[in-house]
């Protein structure tokens, strides 16, 4: 079983920044894929950006050339926030997909929150 714990939202003003945290536990097979979604009131939620286990990186348009995600060698995903605007604001979860084999495994974070101020 794997269990993924965020931290870092908190309530900044718009332009400001801000970094997520996802620290993963358990095994984790070594083809994945660790992601960051974000939920806002009344929306679906929405996929973010996602990195590879070789460190491929994919953005959703809203937020490509303001975020950045990464991934260390600890089992934690990270997405730094920069320019945020108000519409960043939503609760924002982590996602682990992984394979071994015919096994296929989806994890998730029980998200944080991202208050952007006007």
């Known amino acids: 079983q794997v269990q993924l714990v965020e931290s870092g939202g908190g309530l900044v003003q718009a332009g400001g920044s801000l970094r997520l945290s996802c620290a993963a536990s358990g095994r984790i097979f070594s083809e994945n894929l660790m992601s960051w979604y974000r939920q806002a009131p009344g929306k679906q939620r929405e996929l973010v950006a996602s990195i590879t286990d070789g460190g491929t990186t994919d953005y959703s348009g809203s937020v490509k050339g303001r975020f950045s995600i990464s991934r260390d060698a600890k089992k934690t995903s990270y997405l730094q926030m920069n320019s945020l605007k108000p519409d960043d604001t939503a609760v924002y979860y982590c996602?682990?997909?992984?394979?071994?084999?015919?096994?296929?495994?989806?994890?998730w974070g029980q998200g944080t929150q991202v208050t952007v101020s006007s």
């Open positions: 996602r682990i997909h992984h394979r071994l084999g015919p096994l296929e495994q989806d994890f």
